[in-house]
């Protein structure tokens, strides 16, 4: 991809991020807050939802668009872990006090001001991820920044405490339904939207890590999925476009690349065709019923369509010869962003046209007269066929007559859902401001200046400051600290490192990379509580035993929940050993390889360092048995010469 | 100026009034550290005073502490008028001619977004914007009864109500359709069981337990649900509301033997004692019972008077003389009682029954158990309380009890004729036998059943 010039391009990014609170319980009902992985639901709700009259009594065109897909929503719901709030049957309860806090917290990091009467709004939603129908969010503060390591401030725009939404389990997706799992709905979230002031795709990435960094240095949920990104792009004379489901911190500087590649390919559609002064009204011409007329076509899965009673159409778009095939990012042409566009809206599975190669297709030179024909294609034309129910086609025309038309326009805004390889597709027309209204469930919600205070005194330190002391200080690169907080452990760190200050590495090590390697071997390594690490480290300095049991202990806590450290090391038989008993062991151990040792010297040690540690591992440090077992070897050849 | 800053009390009136500032002013306020921009609502007056509470920009509302605001600026106004677009509600021939009597509940709304009010919507052309698909099954007239909160429902109500029913009945129209706040809904439906006597044509009751203004409601299938039963063979006033949690199907509820049970469910609705008489799904009917009252051509009687010094007592283990003597005192013509299991009050009470009772008051016995019979030859309280001359209300729920008893009072003063009516089946409050399945039902035994 060319490099751009972000300042001449006037790039324009803003950080929208979602983090789950680690309260107890949900925001507005005492229902845990615990997700239920892969468990079968108990029971499901079988719900519709309809758009609602705004304001000015018009409906909002995202919401009408949702409901135009005319989706079933199935809800998923267990007995015991979700209560009648979550299905849309009770009225919401108290705000929880625990994630206010929480979150008031990460605005103090930010540097905002705390609103101190927030009013609880409802944000429709229809795509059905909230049974309500809308989604309860409040503002609870306003006008703080991030800083960046060059010094330059971002500005946050505001900070919500809101209600998760459900989540959706797409495993079980079938054509026209969507299901949601409501086990997610309620769980209490922040949503950090920072102000414009990104202007280049590395700053973005920067910001989106410190952001996530803050908000992993206070008591937020640090598992998978528990933080979300979405971005905002715009350029000059483009659009402000909305990218959710970044999933990973690397992929923002492509996606934004990409979404300018797009965003600058679709300008340069509408200024050439202003250029031939072709007439946005007129674009669309003929739309004709071809199936009787291609009923013969050599192309075989259109020939099958018609014969099953599926209808072919075609439509001329006038002018657009060669637009439908330009690429407006990698492998992503403007047919591919009007095509993807029908698929979300009418489930058509896609469109043809004559930008593409028809022979491919199988289409003769017969067929594309034909069709040239009956739909009065011209020279500087394009055609677009549609195979499908007529129902669904109706439903895609309508797609394509309004994407062609706002072609003259530019960029239209749409929220959009970021892919692995960096390109976007339609996910929804942009929401209009004018789905927030006051709910009036809810009283106003007082945070008091007592509270802020309290809060305001025990506030962590940023995280790049601890960053950069612990890697001084533990003689560590900056990124396995990172890693720490990444992974939710570095408060569990500090905590082990007061029980064993002696090797922080050692640590370090346990929670990253064994645990990593465990969790790749399938080892359920989330059944090793706080307290598990506490005690194994605790044994360690004791010397109750040595550095090599940790992973043995971990492993048996990961295979065994029930049982405590202190049970399974009696199991594994991790009982220190001491030097004497060591040599007595290293002793026989080289008398029974005394052949050994004569032919190889030294060279035996490899062996019977692994025969020795077979019978000492997690007894006793291997170092220890290392230099025991040197020594015994020396000593031995010695005595053979 | 008390409507210019509407529910501003103490020192953040003072300031605005000095300021020169109302509500829907579009106002710059500085606090230490942060600029806000939003337009002045009006507040609520109960809340917190010592805040004033903006619309932001992004839509959001905030409330800003008085103490922290440094400096205030008036920089324009946008006052909020909204109005639902009148739609041509379209009238198609030969479709059932139906008409929406209000009563101030909001079946279809629109909202306020400043607000958060909800606005509603009811004549046929709001309703065909709100509702389309009711186009599809019927031609619609509506008429706003009264505008009242369905809690602050009283007899005088009643009678207008019945009134308008007789008058449509007793024109071409083909069904009433009675959209009603759900808290009182019950009471209605029984009201005007009794007070309509040979009715001609389907009553359906309607309403919503979550408001129109969100994408969940169930208003829009409750209607569509009512106008299909209203242009049915039912002629009998029923209440059709959700039947399930899910946006599935309506259960058609006999008037006098359904009352709310749930605060918040949307199938808050259930037949008691019974089961339902009917489900309505995909604008199609199914019957569950077959002892229903069909269209026919008499005329419709509205017969409305009603004694309002009708008293409905929750027996309690705390219950003493001096609350009934109470209602002895001013008058009272009929005590209902919930009583307790089998129709039961403590024995403490006797005394100021025997004297209710001398002075000619009826006294009513029902169940606050609310299922099942009352069952007065039972055990000895019971039966003393026949001897005192307690009337057994059978099957019926307490609150139809009190609706029948003031209804029967208001038909004749006469002690014995008022005995007499009180005992008879006049709507289908009575019911002969309690079948198994009616305590409890559940869609999936009714769809097995037979019509019974």
């Known amino acids: 991809m060319d490099e751009f010039d972000y300042k001449e391009l006037g790039l324009k990014c803003g950080l929208e991020i979602h983090q789950q609170l680690n309260s107890e319980t949900k925001l507005f009902c005492r229902c845990p807050n615990e997700l239920q992985g892969t468990r079968e639901p108990d029971f499901i709700l079988r719900r519709e939802m309809r758009p609602v009259l705004g304001e000015m009594g018009t409906y909002d065109k995202a919401m009408l668009t949702e409901y135009e897909k005319d989706l079933d929503i199935i809800y998923e719901c267990y007995n015991d872990v979700i209560c009648t709030y979550e299905i849309d049957e009770t009225p919401p309860f108290m705000c929880n006090i625990e994630a206010r806090k929480i979150a008031i917290k990460i605005g103090l990091l930010l540097n905002s001001n705390i609103i101190k009467e927030m009013h609880v709004c409802r944000k429709n939603y229809l795509d059905g991820s909230v049974p309500c129908g809308f989604q309860r969010t409040m503002i609870l503060a306003k006008d703080g920044y991030v800083e960046l390591e060059n010094g330059k401030k971002i500005g946050i725009d505001i900070l919500c405490l809101e209600e998760d939404a459900a989540r959706r389990t797409e495993t079980e997706k079938k054509e026209k339904t969507n299901f949601f799992r409501l086990d997610r709905l309620g769980i209490p979230l922040v949503e950090v939207t920072t102000k414009p002031d990104i202007n280049d795709p590395d700053e973005c990435r920067e910001c989106a890590e410190r952001l996530g960094l803050l908000l992993w240095s206070t008591n937020v949920k640090k598992v998978l999925g528990s933080i979300r990104q979405d971005i905002n792009v715009s350029i000059k004379k483009g659009t402000r476009i909305e990218i959710k489901g970044v999933q990973k911190l690397d992929w923002i500087p492509l996606l934004i690349n990409h979404e300018i590649s797009r965003q600058y390919n679709l300008i340069q559609i509408k200024e050439q065709l202003t250029q031939k002064d072709l007439n946005k009204q007129e674009s669309i011409g003929e739309i004709k019923d071809i199936s009787n007329q291609l009923k013969e076509t050599s192309c075989k899965f259109i020939a099958k369509g018609i014969k099953s009673g599926k209808k072919l159409y075609g439509l001329n778009i006038r002018g657009f010869n060669k637009i439908f095939g330009k690429e407006l990012m990698e492998n992503y042409r403007f047919g591919t962003e009007v095509s993807s566009k029908v698929k979300s809206i009418s489930g058509l599975k896609g469109l043809i046209h004559s930008d593409e190669n028809l022979k491919e297709y199988g289409f003769s030179e017969k067929d594309i007269g034909i069709i040239k024909n009956t739909l009065n294609v011209k020279k500087e034309d394009c055609f677009v066929l549609l195979l499908g129910k007529e129902t669904e086609i109706n439903k895609a025309l309508h797609v394509i007559e309004n994407r062609v038309k706002y072609a003259f326009e530019g960029v239209p805004p749409e929220t959009r859902k970021a892919l692995e390889n960096g390109n976007t597709e339609f996910l929804r027309e942009l929401h209009g401001g004018a789905r927030l209204y006051p709910d009036t469930d809810s009283q106003p919600i007082i945070n008091k200046d007592q509270e802020i205070q309290e809060i305001t005194t025990h506030l962590p330190d940023y995280p790049w400051k601890i960053i950069k002391k612990y890697s001084t200080k533990f003689e560590t690169e900056e990124r396995v600290i990172k890693e720490l907080i990444f992974s939710g452990y570095l408060e569990l760190f500090e905590t082990l490192l007061e029980y064993y200050p002696d090797n922080p590495t050692l640590i370090i090590t346990s929670l990253l990379e064994t645990a990593t390697a465990l969790r790749r071997d399938g080892k359920q390594i989330e059944n090793i509580t706080d307290e598990d690490y506490i005690e194994i480290f605790s044994l360690l300095k004791s010397k109750e035993i040595g550095k090599e049991a940790v992973e043995d202990l971990m492993v048996g806590k990961a295979d065994n929940p029930e049982l405590t450290i202190e049970a399974i090391k009696d199991n594994l038989n991790l009982e220190s050993i001491s030097k004497d008993e060591l040599n007595d062991i290293i002793n026989s151990i080289i008398d029974k390889n005394f052949n050994l040792l004569k032919e190889q010297k030294m060279r035996a040690m490899g062996p019977l360092m692994g025969d020795a540690m077979k019978q000492v591992r997690g007894k006793i440090d291997g170092a220890i048995v290392s230099k025991a077992l040197k020594n015994a070897l020396l000593e031995k050849i010695k005595e053979l010469n | ?452």
Request: net charge neutral.
């Open chain 2, 1 to 452: 100026m008390t409507e210019k800053l509407k529910g501003y009390k103490k020192e953040t009136k003072t300031l605005l009034n000095n300021k020169n500032i109302g509500i829907w002013d579009i106002l710059k306020v500085k606090t230490d550290k942060a600029a806000y921009q939003g337009i002045l609502l009006p507040r609520n007056e109960y809340s917190e005073s010592g805040f004033i509470e903006l619309k932001l920009k992004n839509n959001y509302n905030v409330g800003i502490k008085l103490e922290e605001i440094k400096d205030i600026e008036k920089i324009g106004k946008k006052e909020a008028k909204y109005k639902i677009p009148e739609k041509k509600f379209p009238k198609t021939k030969g479709f059932p001619e139906i008409t929406l009597l209000g009563t101030g509940g909001t079946v279809a709304s629109r909202l306020d977004y400043t607000t958060g009010a909800v606005i509603p919507a009811f004549t046929p052309g709001e309703l065909f914007s709100a509702v389309p698909e009711l186009a599809e099954v019927c031609n619609l007239e509506t008429i706003m009864v009264f505008e009242i909160l369905s809690e602050n429902m009283k007899p005088q109500y009643w009678q207008e109500l019945a009134d308008e029913v007789a008058k449509q009945a007793n024109s071409a129209k083909d069904g009433v359709m009675i959209a009603h706040g759900t808290d009182t809904m019950g009471f209605t439906s029984a009201a005007l069981s009794f007070m309509l006597k040979d009715l001609n044509i389907p009553v359906v009751f309607v309403g919503s337990q979550r408001s129109s203004d969100r994408p969940s409601s169930d208003a829009p299938m409750n209607l569509i649900n009512a106008a299909t039963v209203a242009t049915s063979n039912i002629a009998e006033v029923v209440i059709v509301m959700m039947g399930s949690s899910a946006h599935d199907y309506g259960l058609i509820h006999r008037g006098t033997l359904v009352r709310k049970m749930h605060t918040s469910y949307r199938n808050t609705f259930r037949t008691i004692d019974d089961i339902p008489l009917g489900m309505v799904k995909n604008r199609k009917i199914r019957m569950f019972k077959d002892n229903y009252n069909r269209r026919n051509d008499k005329k419709t009687i509205a017969l409305t008077d009603f004694e309002e010094k009708v008293a409905l007592i929750y027996s309690h283990v705390g219950l003493t003389n001096e609350e009934i003597d109470f209602y002895i005192d001013k008058g009272y013509k009929g005590i209902v009682f919930a009583g307790t299991g089998l129709g039961h009050v403590s024995t403490r009470i006797y005394d100021a029954l025997e004297r209710a009772l001398e002075e000619e008051i009826i006294v009513l016995m029902t169940s606050q158990t609310l299922h099942g019979f009352v069952g007065m030859n039972v055990y000895s309280t019971g039966r003393e309380l026949l001897n005192l001359g307690v009337i057994p209300g059978r099957n019926m729920i307490p609150e139809v009890a009190y609706v029948k008893l003031g209804w029967v009072l208001g038909q004749t003063s006469n002690f014995k004729e008022a005995k007499a009516l009180l005992t008879t089946n006049i709507a289908g409050e009575f019911i002969d036998r309690e079948i198994p399945i009616a305590y409890n039902y559940n869609i999936d035994q009714l769809l097995k059943n037979n019509k019974v």
